[in-house]
């Protein structure tokens, strides 16, 4: 059986056409190898610097993009279905001065996160 190996491939560094012998070759000289491979380096480098640029910045803006303001400030019902709480209790809570709570317009308004710290301080350490 004859090896009939003459592969015509493309050099992935300088592009020129040439004879391979094994299909895995893909440079046409040795140093055009060792170019693409300080090329991959380099290339690796900034991806995973990228990526940690990325990541940091997932970071520091997540938790600011979760929580806008309008969506802390809820009404009672609002609060005694965010709390597992009944209105009731929450009336009886809030006879307390110190419960936290916002008067917008004549409308009684709660900001769920100051809350949830008011009653963790108070009641709880969970
Ligand atoms: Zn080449």
Redesign the pocket.
Known sequence: MSSNLELKRI?Q??G?EFIAKKTTTK???LS?GQRNYKVRQRMNKIETENAQIRASHLVHSGPIADHSPEQDLVDIKMLAFVTSMSTSTIFRLIKDPEFPRVKIGGRLLFDKRVVVEYLRRRYGNW
């Open positions: 050099c560094q300088c020129k440079f046409c000289s055009c």
